[in-house]
């Protein structure tokens, strides 16, 4: 065994130790369920003050030889000690699930549901506290079993992790705060903000054989098809739905700037710097998208074939999140860490 | 820096606005200091219990309104008015008793300031500071007494302290709702009794004092019937008191009544009118214990006044079963037991006695106590050298003058009226011939020291109630006694109690068998039926269980236990060992519980053999989607990963099958363990 390996063994018992206090890392699984392993229990600043009060008074009581003063004393000792049982009774039992992650775009706040399981049994003032966000205070019925959503600001485009939560009461007196940490490895798409007043959109020079979606262009009207699924809602053919005479989808003749929109990294000027096109990108996939009119994008390694609708703006909008723009630092690396 | 103490005091200031008190909180914060006041209310002046609990009702008004006017700004007095408030609180109470450093303007002033807290409190830090002097204040009480129903009176604050906990704690609906009064009563009633266990361990093991740290806050009032001046003649009618001044356990039978003189402060001066105590600095010595003397124990009820009391004559220095030493107490060369600070508290101590009705003193003695002021109450002295020429002898002398008291008209009175208020003596020898044992003891020793012989005043108890209940003795107030020493040559002082002459049935039967049926002692001891008495006895049978099982549970009472638990020679350390290991052995088992109840499940090995799986594809960009499950994860995989596809297959497969195969086998998971730890990419 080298030196250097043994050196390394009691560290790396010290810091499996503090990983398992802190959960710095996203290591738990599927479902928590907080035991006393991982549970931790300390006097609420009232709690201190409390305790205070009656080691006063256990003094006062003992020096003046007052048994009655000894009796109240302890007998709030033992309602202090009857709540710190309570506090991690509230806890203990408690099981998480990590059952979602949301998609927001840059510098709004991203949602992240968490399955709460009581366990059957009331669970009364239960704080959710994610890293650096408000946390939110639930109560749990013994039969419930509530999806609570958490919100994390997403400053910049990415991947954004929930991070560690603090799960933690102070019910039923508030003198003692129990708390345990869950870290799931919960992960939401924050997309770039769009530019805000970005230039019209760039006319539609899609050559043919780079539209997979052949005829997709919205020039002239050339015919009804039979709807099929999947097929963008602004080409319906509203009309003939209301009409009752089933649903169709419009074709069009594709031709000159009414073809399906190229929206490529490359075209964009230089003079920019990377997340200004990123966000002018998006923009134009949200522009196009309010259009109606399909849409390809190409970004450096990675080319979108021309689309529109839901599932098509989704894809273009994660890849514009996790575009790791040519020599510079990897934005994928510079994820939220929480 | 500054930058940092500033953003932390703008969220310090922030955060006291977002804690405010809320109606309910305030409302609850009221109950709970009413609580807490109300067993002061017979402690404290009229006005001061008034103000203190005006001031709550106040500031739980102003929340109600509140309420009322949900728009308006909240009610808010401004701190100045506190301090005023404090200052003039301070003043009154000094007008009040006189003094502010003592127990009792000391409670006083707490009880108010406590109010003046709550009128101004809106944070909910404000609510923590209330909460903890309300729960000081329930301590305070028992300073003046700690009778059951001191502490009858004290529960209902515990259980408001419970409830006002909860109601500052409430941060959500269901927590909002469990602060409603009636159902947080109850939460904190259930709390309270699930404490019970461990603050009964406390106060059976949790070890006391031997010595106070500092001292006893003193009382202003002295409140026992014996006074260190006596003065006959001047008191028209006696009011007796039937309150207990002292309980004795004797180890045998009690001696019979007329042996029963408990020894208080003895009077040498007299200046005419008036006999007072000298303060004998001298020690004395004690008799020596032989075959007649008794041992018992006497629980002492709180006094103000230095004197311990003891059988005469005392053998022995008090053994104080609770906290106290020797060193407190010493014996005067009068054969008085005289504490170095007067008894403020229910005392108890082991006592030897002798019961002798002599013991010897020097001749200096003797000298001090043949003062009389010359001219005063000259028709006695007169007498007294008459007596002194017809007997030579001094025995024949007291005899002569114990006859006269028997066989003259002298009635034994307790509303003797006022005679004579210059020279007492004679009025009462020679005009009313009315009067009480302070009567009869005053103007036996004035005769005697005309005639030349030393005497002296010994005031106590006589006498004592045998309650067979508790198989004790109880001394009352009305039990208070006066009678007279005299110093023989080659003898010393002898006890003659001239009371005995006029009116032996005091001695015998105590007072109510000596008085007429008009005197003014309390009516319900003379009326007392038969089953009235019983009931009396036995009341007082619980109080005198209750000193000694509860108020004077103590150092004592604890090592007592430990020694018939059979610990040899316990001490302090053997009690806060004990309490340790309790509590250490209730945590132990406590956790032990936990860690079954919480144990971890079973292993799902194809969960974590997935997962395994699933941290080493991760180096392949490989992460399952939150709503992929592991088959759905490892065919993409296998797609994604041609060269190790037919590994990813292969687990797949044995995953599906261990998981939703009809019967999974031992051999299936050996190989799923096999593959996931082959699997390299």
């Known amino acids: 065994m080298p030196a250097s390996r043994v050196a390394a063994l009691p560290l790396a018992g010290v810091e499996r130790a503090r990983e398992r206090f802190l959960r710095r890392r996203p290591s738990d699984g599927p479902a928590v369920t907080l035991a006393h392993a991982r549970i931790y229990i300390v006097p609420s600043r009232r709690g201190l003050a409390v305790i205070g009060t009656l080691a006063t008074m256990l003094v006062a009581s003992l020096n003046y030889g007052l048994a009655l003063g000894l009796v109240v004393t302890f007998l709030l000792t033992g309602l202090v000690s009857a709540a710190l049982l309570h506090t991690f009774r509230n806890l203990a039992g408690l099981t998480l699930r990590p059952s979602g992650a949301g998609e927001t775009f840059a510098g709004a706040r991203i949602a992240f549901t968490l399955g709460l399981d009581p366990g059957g049994r009331d669970r009364v003032a239960i704080e959710l506290a994610p890293r650096e966000s408000s946390p939110k205070v639930v109560d749990v019925a013994f039969d419930a079993v509530p999806a609570i959503t958490l919100e994390v600001d997403a400053p910049r485009r990415g991947r954004v992790a929930l991070g560690r939560v603090t799960v933690s009461s102070t019910w039923p007196l508030g003198l003692w705060r129990g708390w345990s940490y869950v870290h799931f490895p919960l992960e939401g798409i924050a997309y770039p903000a769009p530019e805000p007043g970005a230039p019209a959109l760039p006319p539609g020079t899609l050559a043919a054989d780079e539209a997979t979606l052949s005829g997709a262009g919205d020039a002239e009207l050339a015919g009804l098809r039979e709807y099929q699924r999947g097929d963008p809602m602004q080409r319906v053919a509203w009309k003939a739905v209301a009409r009752g005479r089933g649903w169709y989808t419009k074709e069009f003749e594709g031709a000159g700037g009414g073809g399906p929109v190229l929206l490529a990294y490359a075209s964009l000027p230089r003079t920019l710097d990377p997340e200004t096109r990123l966000a002018r990108l998006t923009a134009w996939v949200l522009a196009c998208e309010r259009a109606g009119r399909s849409y390809a994008l190409s970004l450096p390694g990675l080319k979108l074939p021309a689309g529109l609708g839901r599932e098509h703006r989704r894809e273009a909008l994660c890849a514009l999140a996790l575009f790791e723009p040519p020599g510079a630092t990897r934005p994928a690396d510079q994820r939220v860490r929480r | ?681």
């Open chain 2, 1 to 681: 820096m500054t930058a940092r103490a500033l953003s932390l005091f703008r969220r310090a200031a922030s955060r006291r606005d977002v804690d405010m008190l809320s109606p309910l909180q305030i409302r609850w914060l009221g109950i709970l200091l009413v609580c807490a006041q109300l067993p002061h209310a017979i402690n404290l002046p009229l006005w001061i219990a008034v103000f203190g609990v005006a001031l709550v009702v106040v500031r739980m008004r102003l929340a109600t309104r509140d309420t009322a006017r949900p728009g308006a700004a909240p009610a808010r007095i401004p701190s100045w008015a506190l301090v005023v408030f404090a200052v003039i609180t301070a003043f009154l109470v000094r007008a009040s008793y006189g003094y502010l450093v003592g127990r009792d303007p000391s409670v006083a002033f707490l009880f108010v300031l406590a109010g003046i807290k709550f009128l101004e409190s809106r944070t909910a830090r404000d609510g923590t500071l209330v909460l903890c002097l309300a729960a000081f204040l329930m301590v305070t009480p028992f300073l003046f007494g700690q009778s059951p129903f001191a502490l009858a009176a004290v529960v209902p604050a515990v259980l408001a302290f419970g409830g006002a906990l909860a109601a500052l704690a409430a941060r959500s609906p269901a927590s909002a709702a469990a602060a409603a009064p009636r159902r947080s009563l109850v939460a904190a009633g259930k709390l309270i009794v699930q404490g019970l266990p461990l603050a009964a361990l406390l106060f059976v093991l949790f070890p006391r004092l031997a010595m106070p740290l500092w001292g006893l806050p003193q009382a202003s009032r002295a409140t026992t019937g014996l006074s260190d001046t006596m003065s006959p003649g001047m008191i028209a009618e006696l009011t007796q008191e039937d309150t207990v001044a002292l309980r004795a356990d004797f180890d045998g039978p009690p001696p019979p009544a007329s042996l029963r003189y408990w020894r208080g402060p003895v009077m040498s001066r007299f200046d005419g009118r008036s006999w007072s105590a000298t303060l004998a600095r001298a020690e004395g010595s004690l008799v020596p214990y032989a075959g007649n003397g008794v041992a018992y124990t006497v629980t002492l009820e709180a006094n103000e006044s230095p004197w311990l009391f003891a059988l005469e004559l005392p053998a022995a220095l008090p053994r104080f079963t609770d906290a106290g030493t020797i060193a407190d107490v010493v014996l005067t060369s009068d054969q008085q037991l005289v504490a170095r600070r007067p008894i403020g508290q229910v005392r108890r101590y082991a006592q030897l006695s002798m019961l002798a009705d002599r013991h010897p003193a020097g001749p200096r003695a003797a000298t001090e106590n043949l003062r009389l002021p010359p001219g005063t109450n000259p028709r006695t002295q007169q007498l007294a050298r008459t007596l002194r020429e017809r007997h030579a002898d001094d025995r024949a002398l007291i005899q002569a003058v114990l006859a006269m008291f028997r066989d003259e008209d002298f009635t034994y009175t307790l509303a003797p009226g006022v005679v004579h208020p210059r020279d007492p003596v004679d009025g009462f020898l020679f005009d009313s011939r009315r009067g009480f044992c302070e009567h009869y003891a005053s103007a036996f020793a004035v005769l005697l020291r005309g005639a030349g012989i030393p005497a002296r005043i010994v005031t106590g108890y006589q006498g004592g109630e045998y309650n067979p209940a508790g198989n004790y003795l109880i001394v009352r107030q009305l039990d208070a006694h006066a009678w007279a020493e005299v110093w023989l040559p080659g003898q010393g002082w002898a006890r003659v109690d001239p009371t005995a002459a006029v009116a032996p049935e005091r001695i015998e039967r105590g007072l109510i068998g000596a008085v007429g049926a008009d005197e003014p002692v309390p009516g319900r001891l003379r009326d007392a039926s038969a089953l009235w008495a019983q009931v009396e006895l036995r009341w007082d049978a619980m109080n005198d269980f209750w000193n000694q099982r509860v108020v004077r549970f103590n150092a004592d009472s604890q090592l007592d236990l430990l020694e018939r638990l059979g610990v040899k020679e316990p001490d302090w350390r053997v009690l806060g060992l004990g309490l340790t290991a309790s509590l250490a052995a209730f945590f132990v088992a406590l956790s032990i519980y936990l860690g079954w109840k919480f144990r971890r499940p079973e292993r799902d090995w194809p969960a974590r053999l997935h997962q395994l799986a699933a941290n080493r594809l991760r180096k392949r960009g490989l992460v399952p989607g939150v709503a992929e499950g592991p088959v759905a994860f490892l065919d993409r995989a296998a797609e994604a990963c041609p060269d190790l596809a037919r590994q990813l297959r292969d687990i797949r497969g044995i995953y599906a099958a261990l998981r939703y195969g009809p019967q999974p086998t031992a051999t299936d998971l050996q190989r799923l363990k096999f593959l996931v730890n082959g699997l390299r990419p």
